[in-house]
């Protein structure tokens, strides 16, 4: 009989479990030393899948930072906004009159006279023109704007290396223990999320247009709809007011959504 060690086992001994003892002897080793040899093998492939880890993470959030700044560059780059118009709007009007009306509140009020000058620029192409001085006009046209916050709950990974936000290759941990035939050791995912509460303000124009030869009945209503994590509502103003008049009249009930590029 031929064995695949060097030397043969004792008079009545199994060679087959001869053989599996020499493979776990030469594999750990059989004394206190051998065993201690293993334990500081695992405790350093455990100290180098930290250090992997600790390097990885450093590299993972300067490489999100990169991520981020691009992708914050192409949010900004374009705004999108949610149109929902209504309109029983009369025939033959290209050349009628408009005047803007204020509320109480919005006399001499520096910010509406402001908007107020992005609707006339957005109302132009549509056919109308504004009545000058004290000349009656066939159309009232309200603006209304604000940009109110709300509080909304997201999900997020919980990074324990980026103040909970951001990535992190191994979520879980490291493990290790003796399984009978030696120690063993691996890496456990487990994805942490956590929900996180967040500000978001509702940037919005609504445009209602009044038409006095019409017993005043409304012709026109629309809403443009921004949603935003800062406080723009003058940044976003301009886009606004142009996307109420984009597509001029429109179908009555219409919903659609509009982009424009940053600086159009």
Known sequence: MIYCNDMPPRRGRDP?????QRLRRSMYGTSHAGLGRRSGQVYGALSMWRLFIDVGGRVVRRLALVVLTVGLTGCASTIAARVTSFQQWPQDTM?????????????????????????????????????GGNVSARFDVHIEYGNPVEKRWVQRYNDPYWDGWGFNPFFGGVYSGYRGWGWGSGIYVTPSVVTVPIEVYKNTLTITIIDNQNNGAEVYRSTALNMSDADNLALVMPYLAQAVFDGFPGNNGQVREVRYRVGR
């Not at 087959?16 to 599996?20: E, F, I, K, L, N």
């Not at 509320?103 to 549509?126: C, S």
């Open 16 to 20: 087959a479990r001869w053989r599996a």
């Open 95 to 131: 050349g009628a009159t408009y005047r803007i009306v204020a509320t109480p509140d919005q006399q001499n009020n520096l910010e509406f006279q402001n908007y107020a000058d992005m609707v006339r620029a957005a109302i132009g192409p549509v056919g109308l023109v504004e009545a």
